[in-house]
């Protein structure tokens, strides 16, 4: 048990692009020591050995056991999630882990499983979740801003593969459960999840590779609700055009529409709703409308927030996770049900 | 230390950079996709007085220094703020080819062969003795080469990199490139942070002074952390000879009218401010408005 003086015991089991961020946050919390890390890249284990305090390991299963961390944060490659997590499970570790959750259905159910049975806290990286325009349009919806969704249209695009790529990186390798599947819509899905609900069922998805070798770059679907709504998915990690990752989220309602990003708000209403001061007609909400500081920033503040709000949940236990395993499963659901829908072209 | 220009012209306009809008940030990057309309609003930015440019190294910026050095005459006062690394082009990096790829990308790519043996020594000294100071020196060099015969003041380390070394809380990092900028670039070592009150605090700590600090500052605690209560009390206590701090995302963005803004910004304790504009309207308001 952790008391109210002692510090979180954390380790990294892997410290990558990810993991060296969720390390910058977490090293700034006062509540937190982070005690060890692991990766399996000899320059990385050097590195940390050279220059960090923490102990390093190449091996995850030595780290824990002779580190015995309280909690800790995996940002590996999605293909081995699922053997830490059950081998920290039999541990009692908390646990966060990078999305996509796994890259097996199965598995991430049995997961899902054991961390309910064993009530630890279990949290899975869908970051967009702690977004401020995302979390204040989750409002909106739950309060019947727009009446009845009808339809809606969601778009992920980035310049993430833009040359022709090999599979020397995990995110262009199949087996480890890189793609753009995995690595973006995946996003994308859980958002879906969490803003409307589960999809019932799966139509017109297709798939295609513009610049890698053994995973797609581009995909689109058709989402099916059994209450009638109806949606669009389009994810392309290969478009130049844009800077940086990019979200479109269009929802259409019998009493109005709402365009959304990661930074503004458009809403346009049949009438005025008194209860967030909305008039008939557009509206726009931007980000600095609606954001609230964290204590530390580094490459997003949604970060900062996903990984407060771990710890808060390992303090206090009664607290509901944001992001569950649960949650994580059933992007899997989704994925599973497109990955046997896809039409070959 | 070397007091900042007071006033240093952004670059984030020219390329679709904005906090607030994905929309604007489209509009931008097509007003702009022309570098001659770049020159065109630096003119009208130079004309208008204005003596420091501040430019990321980002793909583009090679073509705007190329212009600059081809008519160095014209613009010989002017004073250059580089900002580096790009950052999202390491990302990318990274996605498509592994740390271990794109570590020997950096090294190799556009430098001639001649260039590579130096960097192979330099470098591979470095990747055998796992020398993180030796590697941060290639990078440095490497973001560098853009600016080569500008007439460089400080040189800046981007937000992503210097809050990410600041959570990691490595001190002799940021002393090494204090260093390693003030010797081999005779300029001024600066820091760009989301995170200025802490930054303070730890270069204190690190007993690391007589750097420029950049960071958000604005009426309404956009971009701020972990608070503009934090930014204002560190700024109120802050020694220039010290730290010479600039101001950037002043309008956060565009949320505040720039007679607000300015209004706020003139009665705080700060050195330089950074801003950005796309005519010459804009550009002259502004002058009009900062009064530091």
Known sequence: MINQEQKIKIGFVGFGRMGITHYSILNTHPKVEIIAISDTL????????????????????????????????????????????????????????????????????????????????????????FNDIF????????????????DFKFEFMSPTII???????????????????????SHMIDLINYLIGKPDNITGAIKNKINSIDVDDLLACIFLFNSGITGVLRVNWSDKSYRKPAIFIELFGELGKIIADQYTMKIFLDRPFDKYNLKKGWNVIYITDVFEPVPFYVRGYEFTRQLWHFIQCIENREAKSLCSFSDGYNV?????????????L | MER????????????????MSQEKSQEL?????????IIKIYDLAIKSGIRAIMLNSNDRAAEICDYFRKYSDKYKDISWYPSIPYPHK?????????????????????????????????GGTGLISFDAYKMMEILIDAEMKIFKGLNIKVIFLQNVITDLLLGFNLGELFERYCIYIREKYKATPGFITQNMPFLVKSLKEWGIKEVAICTSINKIGYLMFPDIESYIKTCENNNPDEYQIMAMSTLASGAISPKEAYEFLNNINIQSVVFGASSKEHIEETLNLINI
Not at chain 1, 75 to 104: G, L, Q
Not at chain 1, 135 to 150: A, D, N, Q, T
Not at chain 2, 98 to 120: D, Q, R, W, Y
Request: glycine share 6%; charged share 25%.
């Open chain 1, 42 to 129: 000899p320059l990385v284990i050097k590195l940390v050995e050279k220059y960090l305090k923490p102990k390093a390991f190449i091996s995850y299963k030595e780290m824990i056991d002779k580190m015995m961390p309280n909690a800790i944060i995996i940002s590996t490659p999605p293909n081995v999630h699922y053997e830490i997590i059950k081998y920290a499970s039999e541990r009692n570790i908390h646990i966060f882990v990078e999305k996509p959750f796994t890259v097996d259905i199965n598995q991430a159910k049995e997961l899902r499983d054991i961390y309910e049975k064993i009530g630890l806290v279990n949290q899975v990286g869908y970051v967009y979740r």
């Open chain 1, 135 to 150: 979390i204040k349009l989750k409002e909106f919806m739950h309060s019947g801003v727009i009446g009845k969704l009808y």
């Open chain 1, 163 to 185: 040359r022709k790529t090999n599979k020397s990186s995990w995110r262009a390798n199949k087996e480890i459960g890189g793609g753009v599947l995995y690595e973006m819509a």
């Open chain 1, 332 to 344: 899997h659901e989704i994925i599973y049900k497109i990955t046997n829908k896809f039409t070959e």
């Open chain 2, 4 to 19: 900042l220009d007071k006033i240093v012209f952004g670059d984030n306009q020219f390329f679709g950079i904005n906090h």
């Open chain 2, 29 to 37: 990057a097509q007003k702009f996709s022309d570098i001659n309309k």
């Open chain 2, 90 to 122: 390491y990302a990318n990096l990274v996605a498509e080819k592994g740390i271990t790829g794109s570590i020997i990308e950096v090294l190799v790519k556009g430098n001639p062969k001649s260039a590579i043996l130096g960097i192979l020594v330099k």
